[in-house]
């Protein structure tokens, strides 16, 4: 069955540190693959998407870079992270065949 | 561009009512697809429900219920007895086909909580 795994689940970062949240699907092949963030209180915002290895399209500029090495794995990563990176980030996969979307588990950032 | 308005920030209901999240949508797609997800606590995001333009059927689906005007470009959601587990944030999205895939625009999310 497709599943959608991402990681780590929490991240507690200092200003200035670098950061590499990792987002994984199994059970399909050359899925299109986003990465969204939500700041606390506030709704869901496209950071980045990407339909294949390679391909990244970004949304808003910003102090993150995506990067997608492999099929099924798409990395958000940033060099030096701001405390307005804080948020909750989820990556999205589009099941074309249920013609849904469906996100990982997410992961809670707080830049300190 | 693609907007999704849900005005209603933060509702308060007893158990055992009902209660109509809104969702109002801007799109100039002809074809396009409506979603509704749950955002518990925990953070996951949890699929409710997926619509499709051409398709102005209400669904009911339980406590859960579903109503799609086009007219008025509205996605509303009822919940009928709503239940204490029933509190959560709910957003109302809209996707649209772009470079090769969906992408979603979601609304603000409406907080819901429900009270003994």
């Known amino acids: 069955s497709q599943t959608i795994h991402q990681w780590p689940a929490t991240l507690v970062q200092p200003v200035g540190s670098p950061l590499s949240l990792e987002c994984t699907v199994e059970?399909?092949?050359?899925?299109?693959l986003y990465w969204y963030r939500q700041a606390a209180g506030r709704g869901l915002q496209l950071l980045f998407y990407s339909v294949g290895i390679g391909q990244i399209s970004s949304e808003v500029p910003q102090n993150l870079s995506a990067s997608r090495p492999q099929d099924r794995q798409f990395i958000l990563s940033s060099k030096k992270l701001l405390l307005s990176d804080s948020g909750f980030y989820l990556c999205?996969?589009?099941?074309?065949?249920?013609?849904?979307?469906?996100f990982g588990e997410g992961s809670w950032l707080t830049v300190v | 561009a693609q907007k999704v308005t849900q005005a209603q920030t933060e509702i308060s209901v007893v158990e055992k009512e009902d209660v109509t999240l809104d969702c109002v949508y801007e799109t100039r797609d002809t074809t396009y697809y409506l979603f509704w997800y749950k955002q518990p606590p925990s953070g996951e995001l949890v699929f409710l429900i997926r619509?499709?333009?051409?398709?102005?059927q209400n669904e009911i689906s339980g406590r859960y219920s579903w109503n799609f005007q086009k007219s008025t470009s509205s996605f509303n959601f009822t919940i009928t007895a709503s239940q204490v587990v029933d509190s959560a944030v709910y957003f109302c999205?809209?996707?649209?086909?772009?470079?090769?895939?969906?992408?979603?625009?979601f609304g603000t999310g409406t907080q819901l909580k429900v009270e003994l």
């Open positions: 059970g399909t092949s050359n899925p299109n």
């Open positions: 619509r499709n333009s051409f398709d102005e």
């Open positions: 999205a996969w589009p099941d074309r065949a249920r013609n849904t979307i469906y």
């Open positions: 999205a809209l996707s649209e086909y772009k470079g090769g895939g969906n992408k979603l625009t």
